[in-house]
């Protein structure tokens, strides 16, 4: 049974909030640029605050978009919506062009 406009944007929200909280949890993309860091010898938090949140952002964004990538390759063909295409202009409009 396909959603409804209004219910698919909530179930949207939903699966963002989880997703942010995914990330979230246990600073995730902080730990691991602290150990690519420090493993690489490269400006950690003490070092530059201001290109390391820039980094942060940065990183957080691009997890998004991988774990996204990576969700949606997993559902099934069936499950992702069609759009409806409705025409711009009403029949009686079309009609009077002509």
């Known amino acids: 049974m396909p959603y409804r406009p209004r219910e698919l944007v909530v179930r949207a929200r939903e699966a963002a909030t989880v997703l942010l909280?995914?990330?979230?949890?246990?600073?995730?993309?902080a730990r691991f640029l602290?150990?690519?860091a420090a493993e690489h010898r490269r400006p950690g938090r003490a070092d530059q605050p201001s290109f390391y949140r820039e980094q942060l952002q940065m990183i957080r964004r691009e997890s998004i978009l991988a774990a996204v990538l990576r969700i949606e390759a997993a559902l099934p063909s069936k499950s992702t919506p069609t759009?409806?295409?409705r025409s711009a202009s009403s029949p009686?409009?079309?009609?009077t062009m002509r």
């Open 21 to 29: 909280a995914t990330l979230d949890r246990n600073e995730m993309v």
């Open 34 to 36: 602290d150990m690519y």
């Open 83 to 85: 759009p409806s295409w």
């Open 92 to 95: 009686s409009q079309t009609r």
